[in-house]
């Protein structure tokens, strides 16, 4: 079956730093890929996706590129800001299921000033 | 901006009492999932629902769970008898459709805390 793993967290950083937290994953057949960022006492918001292989998905300065010889979407951000300090996963739908997400452990961010 | 809500946010209830989430998708979603997460565990796919039927199901979805849409706007999640384990941070979500890029958006209520004492 589908499955998805995130690198151990929880990641502490100060403002300004490189951020980089890694996800690889396993699926048959051409999954979509994505990442989710939950912040305190609210849902699941999607941060970016990507749906075929190199693709690369961004938003709010955070990156993924899909890399199917890798099986990896690492999620990076060049410069972190405290706003960021929230809990991150990474997921998948398709290959074998539609529409069902499988997520990773999650990892909580934190970013101090 | 339209979004998925959940109500009661925090739950608690005794050990094989029936309990009912409910979640309210957005508007003109078709597709209606629940997740769930156990503290400090990943994030587990329940169930989805399309037209009004069970599309598909995880095996943590037995026969104390069930799913309903009783109306034009809610979703529900039933457990019928309540465990210990059931405790858990309970996500409903909604997207518009499937279509074969997998491409459609969940969106995700706030969740709702599932305490069973």
């Known amino acids: 079956g589908n499955s998805v793993t995130q690198m151990e967290g929880p990641v502490t950083l100060s403002e300004e730093a490189f951020l980089t937290i890694n996800c690889t994953y396993t699926a048959t057949g051409y999954p979509s890929l994505f990442w989710y960022v939950q912040y305190p006492g609210e849902g699941l918001q999607l941060l970016l996706k990507a749906t075929k292989a190199d693709d690369k998905g961004s938003n709010k300065g955070f990156e993924a590129t899909y890399r199917k010889e890798t099986t990896s979407f690492h999620l990076e951000k060049g410069s972190v800001q405290v706003s960021d300090s929230a809990v991150y996963f990474c997921?998948?739908?398709?290959?074998?299921?539609?529409?069902?997400?499988?997520f990773g452990q999650g990892t909580i961010l934190t970013v101090h000033p | 901006e339209p979004e998925v809500t959940q109500t009661p946010s925090h739950q608690v209830t005794q050990m094989g009492q029936e309990v009912i989430l409910r979640c309210v998708p957005i508007s003109n979603h078709l597709y209606f999932y629940w997740y769930r997460q156990i503290l400090g565990q990943k994030v587990e796919f329940l169930v989805s629902f399309y037209n009004n039927e069970i599309s598909e199901k995880s095996e943590i979805f037995d026969d104390q769970f069930s799913v309903e849409r009783p109306d034009g706007s809610n979703f529900t999640l039933k457990i019928r008898s309540t465990k210990l384990e059931d405790s858990a941070m309970y996500f409903c979500?909604?997207?518009?459709?499937?279509?074969?890029?997998?491409?459609?958006?969940?969106?995700f209520g706030p969740g709702t805390r599932l305490t069973v004492t």
């Open positions: 979500a909604s997207s518009v459709t499937l279509d074969r890029d997998n491409s459609y958006e969940q969106y």
């Open positions: 997921a998948l739908r398709g290959g074998t299921s539609y529409g069902k997400l499988t």
